[in-house]
C-alpha cells in the first residue's frame, strides 16, 4: 500500500486542497486508488436550510431573496463535495469531478477510469489531491487508498 | 462570413456528465450544431477519442477544460497544454489566464451568477477581477431557455457594464450540457464568424471567439455590420470601426442587421409575431423597427455614432408565451 490514510475533514476545510505525496520506486502495470467519504448527505433539515438562508442573501440579488427563500427546497438536501486528481512526476495524470461518495479507479499503460490519463506507471514522486469544495456536515470521514498492481510489463 | 452553429459548454463522463463523447456529439449534430467544445471539469481526458469521433459525425470538436474551482468556474478553449486549475485563489486568477492564452488557449466566465456554495461551491464567480479586456468572453446565456433566467440576465448586464466600461469582451451561450434528455425549452445556439473557410473549422471557431465575432439566438441568426459614414467600410461583429478626422462625417453611420430565420431549420420554432428590433450602443436604444417577414432579409436602420463606443443588435419577441430577447450580436467597437 502506497497510501491508507484516514482523514476527517470539517466545513472549515471546505474550499482547499488536501494532497497526499508517495513515492513509487519501481514501475508498475497498474496504479488503484480507492476513495471514499461519509456522510454524503446533510440530514438535518433545520441546519441546511441556515445554510442556504445564508447563501441566497450572498448571492442573490435583493429583489428575488424572497422568493428564493420560498423556493429553498429546490437546493436541498445540501451534499459534501470532495473531489480526486492524480499527478505523476511529470505532471497531470487527470481528475474526477463527479459526486460519488465512493469510487474505485485506476491508472495504467493503456487505460485508465474516466477522467485519469492513461500512459506508463513511471518512477517518481506522485501525489494524489483531494479537492474539498464543500463540507456541510459537522465531520466527514474520508479514506483513500492508493496501491500498485502488476510490475511493467506484466499483468 | 461563414456562420457556424456551435455549443461550447459540454461534459462526458469524464468529469460528471452521463454521456459519452461520441453520444454527445450524435446529439449536438441532430440539433443542427457543426461545433462543440469538450469542457469536461478539470480534465481533458474525454478527448482522447476526439478525431475518430469529429471523423464519425463531421462536427468540429474544441479541445476544453471547464477550471472547476472553489472561487468560480472558468470555460477554457482551444489549449495545447494543460495549466493547473488547482493554484487559483480569489487573488490570482490573472495568473491562470495569462498561462491559459500562452498555450494558445481562449478563457470565459461560466455561468457567473449561479448560486455558489453551498449548494454549488464556486459556481458563483467571486474571482477579483483587475481587468475584464483579460478574459475573452462571459457566458451571459447559461443552459436553456436562457434569456429569462434571473441569473443570466444579471449575466447580461454585466457584459453590457463592461462594454460601457470600455472593455472589449465576448458574449457567449453555454448549455452546460450533461446528458441526452430531450427538453421543450428553447436552446440557445452560439454562432461563430468563419473568415476562411478552407482552413480547419476547429482553428477558425478558436480564432472567431477570440475575436468576438459571436452572434447568440434562440433561433433566427441574428448578424450585425456598421457602414461608416467617415471611411465608407463596413465592419463587422468583433471589429473596430476607426475614429474618422472629421467628427460631422464620423456621426452618421449605418447599421446592417441580417436576419436569417433559415438557419437549423425545423429544429427550433416561434409563434408567428411582430419582433422588436433594437440597436444599442452606450448611449441605449439609438435605432429600432418591427419586424413582420420571417424571410432572411437585411435590414438598414441609420444611426448617430457620435460618442459611441461600441454598438450591438438585439431581438425581441414572445417565445413561450413570454417576452423576452431573443437573439443578440457580440459588439462593434468605436476607436
Ligand atoms: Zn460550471
Ligand atoms: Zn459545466
Known sequence: MLLDIEKHVTP?????????PFRLERPAAKLNIRFSYTPKVLEEDAVARRLMEISIERYIEPERQKAALENLERYLPLQNLITVSV???????GACHRHDPAQQLYLSENGASPGLIGGRIGVGDWAVTLSVHSVVTESCACRLEVWVSGEEGFE | MKWVASELHTHTAHSDGKQTLPEL???AKKLGYDCIALTDHNT????ADKEAVERETGLAILPGMEWTTFYGHMVTVG???????????PDNIRAGLTEIHRHGGVAGLAHPFRIGSPACTGCYWEFEVEDWNEFDYIEVWSTTFAPIRPDNRRAYALWTDRLNAGDRI???SGRDWHEQKATDD???VTYLGIEDEQAPLAEQALLALRAGRVAVTLGPLLTLEIRSGATGRTYGIGAVVPAAADEGVSASCTALVSLQFSVREGLWELPPQSYRLAIWSNKGVVAERRIEATDDATYSLDIDAGDTTWTRAELWGVVKGIYTLIAF???IYFA
Do not use: I, K
Open chain 1, 12 to 20: 472549515e476545510h471546505s474550499r482547499s486542497h488536501l494532497r497526499f
Open chain 1, 87 to 93: 499527478d505523476d512526476a511529470d505532471g497531470y495524470r
Open chain 2, 25 to 27: 456529439a450524435r446529439g
Open chain 2, 44 to 47: 481533458m481526458s474525454g478527448l
Open chain 2, 79 to 89: 489549449l495545447r497544454a494543460f495549466v493547473d486549475w488547482r493554484q487559483a485563489e
Open chain 2, 170 to 172: 465576448a458574449a457567449t
Open chain 2, 186 to 188: 428553447p436552446l440557445s
Open chain 2, 329 to 331: 450580436t457580440n459588439a
